[in-house]
């Protein structure tokens, strides 16, 4: 039987990981039976054809009184305009990157890997019922049936909140974010997911930006020691930010986000420690918002307990994206900028030509697409979810 999901808040969130599902073949393991928002329907079905970062959906959508019909393109979303290469492309890559490096990194080989299997139900249309309801204790939940709502909405991140939808009859909650409180579980798709139980109801899949740092610093903390690091992470503009200053709950991300390069806190260091605790305790950093539309990149600078090269670095990279880490994972050696990362459905993007090293003291850049990439792991935790 199929997972019944229910999206909570149809913004950049819900509907990139909407969009995915279908871009990804309708993965029949999981059903979307209602999306909840207070939008016109009008609206919602406008934005789900239309979207200025991402482009036209490559299907039709229709609406139907309080129904939102959705048919994919024949060809599938991916075959129309997705960047991510193919997987012979990643293991050609790694290989003439490992074969490079060999002697530093002391002839490390990518491991095999099987191929990631595709659902190829693109042809039947789904009908997903449009709510438009405040209070969570008020919507359907038990009525639908829905075993998990997405929480996509950014204002019932408080565990007693999101616990609102269990009152109104869902099974778990997963906070499209991170929490503002203690959850049942923190979960980083394809680090710690697994560590799930069957108790916990109420999860986080964090931020953008956690599921990008923690994976990086795991890697580089496995393979050469981090004593001790900072961050700065470099993110495209969100939607709380504002076109003209304007009064805010942060006074700097109250200023005028096109003309402005804005210093403000990130989420993801209080994540990483809860996820990785040991390392963590010992890295800090914090925020650039910059006036840019979308994709991000993690500036990351550690000491290493060890003596450490940029070619080594760059080698534990290569292979771990085409090993363990494959799903969430991707290698750069091109001279590429933020742009060309969009639509990417990887985590973070190792951009090898941007590690440096001095001492023990290394440098290291990760790009990632704050959008596309963070609804693909929303997606991947429902999927793993309905396979338990």
Known sequence: MALRVAINGYGRIGRNLLRAYFENGADPALEFVAINDLGKPE????????????????????????????????????????????????RELADSVLGAVAEAASGLAPDA??????????????AIRLLSEPAPEKLPWAELGVDVVL??????????????????????????????DE?????VYGVNHESLRASDRILSSVSCTTNALVPLVKILDAAFGVE??????????????????????DVRRGRAAGNNIIPTTSSSI????????????????????VPTQNVAAIDFTFVARA????????????REAAGAYRHILSYC???????????????????????????????????????????????DLCRYLAAR
């Open 43 to 90: 609206a919602l079905a406008h934005l789900t054809r239309y979207d200025s970062t991402h482009g036209r959906f490559a299907g039709s959508v229709a609406l139907d009184g309080n129904l939102l019909r959705i048919t994919p393109a024949a060809c599938g979303w991916s075959s129309c305009g997705n960047v991510s290469p193919p997987e012979s492309s990643l």
């Open 113 to 126: 890997v099987p191929e990631r299997p595709r659902s190829e139900s693109r042809d039947a249309t789904r």
């Open 151 to 180: 929480e996509c909405t950014g204002q019932f991140r408080a565990r007693r909140d999101a616990e609102r939808h269990l009152a109104a009859g869902a099974k778990r909650v997963i906070i499209g974010a991170a929490p503002f």
């Open 183 to 187: 959850v049942d579980a923190m979960l």
């Open 228 to 249: 001790s690091g900072f961050m700065t992470e470099i993110h495209a503009v969100t939607s709380d930010q504002v076109v003209l200053d304007h009064t805010h709950r």
């Open 270 to 289: 209080g994540a990483l420690r809860h996820v990785l605790p040991a390392v963590g305790a010992n890295i800090e950093g914090y925020s650039l918002r």
């Open 307 to 318: 003596p450490v090269s940029a070619a080594a670095i760059n080698a534990e990279f290569a």
């Open 333 to 379: 050696d091109e001279m590429l900028v933020s742009s060309d990362f969009n639509h990417s459905p990887y985590s973070l993007i190792f951009d090898a030509t941007e590690t440096r090293v001095a001492g023990r003291q290394a440098k290291v850049l990760a790009w990632y697409d704050n959008e596309w990439g963070y609804a693909n792991r929303l997606l």
